[in-house]
């Protein structure tokens, strides 16, 4: 969650778990290892492809999911930090 407090956009890669349900364009609440929470944004993917490329590098979301909408999970300009 580092990532997030310096600006970044949430990338697969810096996600570990996802909970609840969530269309494309939903908003959503990120938590850090803690439990608290850190930010919410919009969701560039639903939950079921989220948890199809968590964890895994930006470049392998085509690959995973058989297209690339967005390489991040959230993008910065769409998330707000708490």
Avoid: W
Avoid at 13 to 23: L, N, S
Avoid at 28 to 39: K, L, M, Q, S, Y
Wanted: charged share 25%.
């Amino acid at each position: 969650m580092l990532a997030l407090r310096q600006g970044r956009s949430l990338l697969p890669v810096g996600v570990k778990a996802v909970q609840g349900g969530f269309r494309r364009g939903e908003m959503v609440v990120c938590v850090g290892p803690d439990g608290r929470e850190v930010a919410r944004g919009l969701a560039n993917y639903s939950v079921a492809e989220t948890q199809r490329i968590l964890g895994r590098p930006s470049d392998e979301i085509e690959k995973l999911l058989g297209y690339v909408d967005e390489p991040e999970l959230i993008h910065r300009d769409n998330m707000i930090l708490v």
